[in-house]
């Protein structure tokens, strides 16, 4: 019946419960605390001022900057309260607590206790313990193990190389705490997600870290940005958005990340390689890292990226550990005949509905042949629907005959597959936009679209393309450039779907279609626009017709 007070605290609310995970990313709308995923029970619904009971958390690692900036604007959950274990949401509440005074209490309670809290009305937190409908529950404080350090460790905890590294330091130590960590492990390159201006607080953050002297002291890449760094003035972006958003890239940069502005940093040449400890933020880039790559890494909540990238070091927990790489469950796949590439965004996004907070395996798709294009969209519709950052799949990802098949069995059927599409296919047949880079595309993603892409646009419906500038140089030197430009496709570099707002989205659009499953779920809620979603043929073919096909899949359909 207790729980432990993971960030302590007091606090007071109804209680707002549900039994699945939320990404505050795209989940969340963080200038109103309303949740905007249209997929989720919670939608609609507002958690300022809330004691929030959920299982975990899910989907992106930003959610932590999402909770920074409920803090900041004062519409924060009055709590937090989970079973599992939590880092992303838990990491916003730290650094709202600890850097800017706006400390909200987190808690994580045994599955009694849950079951207790998840049906009550209303909550009362305090110091020691967290009272629901007159039930006290006790908390104890959170247990720490002494944590191994080095000599250098030490030294940044002792502010010799100025202020911002100690806390980098002070962080990372509590966050090995919460994990469990008894050490620090050494990485050997970052990935920075929490430069998308995608609320107030990522920009508030980094100039603060800025100012205080913050350098990166590995190598580091950056996330894709919200703006087209070189080209938003003449694209209509207004100033004050468009300049703080390079204000937010630029803090970034001048502490030594290289202005990458890509959500796919496995396509850049510094690609990890397998067995390599990294420092990595942002979902897909995490999964497929861990998944396709066979690297190292936790998924890091935003800001706690900085902190690894300043330091080097991340606690040595979760799937650095080898053990923890093992699958949880087993996920047989009942393989429709005939299908498509959009079976792998479609795959990616129910093994997260059937694996939430543990490692799948999928079995089944042993005779297929997916391209590492087929892989990293299904790694990106895994991390909307799941908190794992990996997944493995028998036959094609390298660590899948490394463990023993679990014994807990489930089988996705075609009529399973069926409904995921349905799930992602809730908009208009008529189609404004078709949009494709969720994650930023890649060289040849570029160049079967350029294939597909031939004859006519459809004149009501525009064409965007994200990529990532790599992505830009090869494809301009080859040709794939010009061949999209003539179709009347525009391509965008340094920003991707999951930050694009009017007026590159246009304002006319009321209706989008994607290939990517990862988009297909976030786009309403971000966008505002109704979605469909299909393989990459039927996005082109949609541009051609301005019409989104008008039933399943014919691999889908009932035999």
């Known amino acids: 019946m207790n729980g432990q007070a993971i960030i302590p605290g007091n606090a007071s609310g109804s209680v707002l419960a549900c039994d699945e995970g939320l990404s505050f990313w795209g989940g969340v709308d963080p200038l109103t605390g309303i949740v905007i995923d249209a997929h989720h029970a919670l939608y609609g619904q507002s958690l300022s001022g809330k004691v929030l009971v959920m299982p975990t958390t899910r989907g992106s690692c930003s959610g932590s900057g999402v909770m920074l900036d409920l803090a900041l604007n004062g519409i924060a959950p009055a709590a937090l309260v989970f079973r599992e274990a ?145 080209n938003w003035r003449t694209q209509g972006v207004p100033p004050d958005f468009g300049l703080a958003a390079a204000r937010l890239a630029d803090a970034y940069v001048k502490m030594g990340a290289r202005p990458t502005f890509t959500c796919a940093p496995y396509l850049l040449e510094t690609a990890p390689e397998a067995g390599e400890n990294i420092g990595w933020s942002e979902s897909n880039a995490v999964i497929f890292a861990n ?117 807990d069995l489930v089988t996705v059927t075609r009529a399973d597959l069926a ?33 597909l892409a031939q004859g006519h646009r459809a004149e009501s419906t525009a064409v965007i393309v994200t990529v990532g500038q790599n992505v830009l140089g090869q494809i301009r030197a080859d040709g794939t450039l010009a061949r999209l430009e003539a179709f009347g496709a525009q391509v965008f570099p340094d920003i991707c779907w999951c930050s694009i707002t009017e007026p590159l989205l246009p304002p006319s659009v009321r209706s989008l279609m994607t290939n990517s499953g990862k988009y297909a779920h976030y786009a309403p809620g971000l966008s505002g626009r109704e979605v469909r979603f299909g393989s990459l043929a039927d996005c082109a073919e949609t541009a051609r017709t301005g019409l989104a096909p008008a039933s399943l899949p014919d691999w889908l359909k009932e035999e």
């Open 419 to 451: 409904r995921i599409w349905a799930e992602l296919n809730q908009g208009p047949q008529q189609i404004d936009l078709v949009a494709f880079g969720s994650p930023h595309f890649s060289f040849t993603e570029c160049r079967a679209l350029a294939d």
């Open 291 to 407: 998944s396709v790559l066979a690297a190292r890494t936790v998924k890091h909540p935003d800001y706690l990226d900085l902190f690894i990238a300043m330091t080097g070091r991340a606690p040595l927990s979760g799937v650095y550990l080898s053990a923890n790489r093992a699958a949880g469950r087993r996920i047989q796949v009942e393989l429709p005949v005939g299908h498509d590439d959009a079976l792998w965004p479609m795959l990616g996004y129910i093994a997260g509905q059937l694996a939430p907070n543990t490692i799948p395996i999928l079995t089944g798709l042993e005779a297929t042949t997916p391209s590492h294009d087929d892989l990293k969209a299904m790694c990106a519709a895994f991390g909307t629907t799941s908190a794992a950052p990996m997944l493995h799949v028998a036959g094609h990802t390298p660590e899948a005959a490394d463990f023993p098949e679990p014994a």
């Open 86 to 230: 939590e880092d992303v949401v838990t990491l916003g509440a730290m650094i709202a607590g600890r850097m800017f005074e706006r400390p909200v209490p987190v808690l994580r309670l045994g599955a009694e206790a849950f079951g207790i809290a998840a049906v009550a009305q209303s909550a009362v937190i305090t110091e020691d313990t967290l009272v629901v409908d007159g039930i006290a529950l006790p908390l104890e404080p959170l247990a720490v193990a002494e944590l191994d350090l080095s000599p250098l460790d030490h030294a940044m905890l002792d502010g010799v190389d100025g202020p911002a590294r100690r806390t980098a330091m002070q962080v990372i130590c509590s966050m090995a705490a919460l994990q469990g960590a008894t050490a620090l492990v050494d990485v050997t390159q970052g990935h920075i997600d929490g430069c998308i201006l995608a609320n107030t607080a990522n920009l508030r953050f980094a100039e603060t870290m800025a100012e205080m002297g913050g350098r990166v002291s590995i190598p580091t890449t950056m996330n894709a940005i919200s703006v087209d760094h070189g």
